[in-house]
């Protein structure tokens, strides 16, 4: 009885042993060691949205070299994937983007790349229709400028942006 009286008031003693004042210091010192080290994240997650505009809504991505990149396609429209399809196709510089599109235009089969052209590709996601989505991970090539286009057959001179590594 004793001792369960004795805890009774060590914990009352804790509960109201400990000002708010104190709380909000601990607080404080707790906030600021985490946000010290400003550093690259190891992954840099993007999104990209296709529609039934045959386009993407956004012209520029950008990462830092060393990144791990993980990015996934939304198909936000609803027309099917034989009218509407998109793909996100990430390509090495000095690629000739049209001769690359035209080549692939025959390639249904491999989601429109064209088999001999994938030396040409660095990163690609599957072939989606309306609702669809697909995430892909690579590693952030070297720092520069490179192309991404959709390869489904007409898309690229719409569907058609820059992927931007920028040096860590
Ligand atoms: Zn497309």
Known sequence: MNKFLFLLGLAGLLACGAPAGDQQTNNTEESTTAAAPEETPA???LEIEGNDQMQYNLKTLEVKAGQKVELTLNHVGKMTIEAMGHNWVLLKPGTD???FATASIAAKDND????DQMDSVIAHTKMLGGGESDTITFDAPEAGTYTFICTFPGHYALMKGEFIVSAD
Do not use: L, N, R
Not at 112 to 115: E, H, L, S, V
């Open 43 to 45: 992954v840099a997650k």
């Open 97 to 99: 983007v049209a001769a």
């Open 112 to 115: 429109y790349i064209a088999p």
